[in-house]
Nanobody
């Protein structure tokens, strides 16, 4: 299994940028597809972004997916050599305020039910 720890959350103003980091432990990190989800106050957890696993060490490109609400503003990336996944968030909006969760899945998916391992979450607050 893999353990995930998020960091990089904080309080920012609308239009600012923030980068979330997710540190993964375990030798099998590169075998997992990774995703970011978020839960806003009073709402259910929703999909934000996903990036596929690296099947081979020679793979240089990754497939990514984004929710419509963040597409064009957020970028998910990973560094398998350092067991890290990132979420670069640009042009943040107040509606982006939420607890952001890093998650790992066997399959490449937008669905929460497909993710087996979750971090504890990082708070992102965007003021207007």
């Amino acid at each position: 299994q893999v353990r995930l720890v998020e960091s990089g959350g904080g309080l920012v103003q609308a239009g600012d940028s923030l980068r979330l980091s997710c540190a993964a432990s375990g030798r099998t990190f590169n075998m997992y597809n990774m995703g970011w989800f978020r839960r806003a106050p009073g709402k259910e957890r929703e999909f934000v972004a996903a990036i596929n696993r690296s099947g081979l060490s020679s793979q240089t490109g990754f497939i990514t997916m984004y929710s419509d609400s963040v597409k064009g503003r957020f970028t998910i990336s990973r560094d398998n050599a350092e067991n890290m996944v990132y979420l670069q968030m640009n042009n943040l909006k107040p509606e982006d305020t939420a607890v952001y969760y890093c998650a790992a899945a066997v399959g490449f998916s937008k669905r929460q039910v497909d993710y087996n391992f979750w971090g504890q979450g990082a708070q992102v607050t965007v003021s207007s």
